[in-house]
């Protein structure tokens, strides 16, 4: 499979990673194929309401 041609769909809010690290609610592009992924934001209150907040230097502003 070509990976150039997955595009990441939140699996929460329905959002498309249009390009790295920019999510925006709009519709999988022609020629794309979706795969279920999570935006960060998402990502947060998952982690959040689960009560699983890694304490990695990455998660830290
Ligand atoms: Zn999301």
């Known amino acids: 499979?070509?990976?150039r041609k997955l595009i990441f769909v939140c699996a929460w809010c329905?959002?498309?990673e249009i390009s790295k690290?920019?999510?925006e609610l709009i519709?999988?592009?022609d020629?794309?194929?979706p795969s279920?992924?999570?935006c960060p934001e998402c990502?947060?209150?998952v982690r959040k309401e689960s009560g699983l907040v890694?304490?990695?230097k990455s998660d830290r502003k």
């Open 1 to 3: 499979m070509d990976e």
């Open 14 to 16: 329905k959002k498309v």
């Open 21 to 23: 690290g920019v999510w």
């Open 27 to 29: 519709k999988v592009p």
């Open 31 to 33: 020629g794309k194929i």
């Open 36 to 38: 279920h992924g999570i």
């Open 43 to 45: 990502g947060e209150k």
């Open 54 to 56: 890694p304490k990695k």
